[in-house]
């Protein structure tokens, strides 16, 4: 199973999106709202270089936006 983080906020509706994606394909995720934590906010933004959401770390493969195709590359599915 992926290691996979999703760094959101809670009003975003691709991050909702997203989430759904990964639940519909059984993937276990963690969820950061980067809309509460600084800290987590600025981990998103180095590992990324951007500031919208969402973002995925999928075993330290970073994916911006919801980018299903990418998303599926990455999981192998």
Do not use: H, W
């Not at 934590?37 to 180095?46: G, L």
């Not at 990324?48 to 330290?60: A, E, K, N, R």
């Amino acid at each position: 199973m992926p290691n996979v983080k999703i760094y959101s906020t809670s009003t975003c509706s691709y991050c909702a999106m997203t989430k759904e994606f990964l639940k519909k394909n059984n993937i276990q995720f963690e969820n950061i709202d980067v809309g509460m934590n600084s800290q987590a906010s600025q981990e998103m933004m180095d590992k990324s270089g951007q500031m919208g959401v969402p973002v995925l770390d999928i075993d330290g493969r970073i994916i911006v936006g919801f980018d299903k195709e990418a998303i599926a590359k990455a999981l192998g599915i």
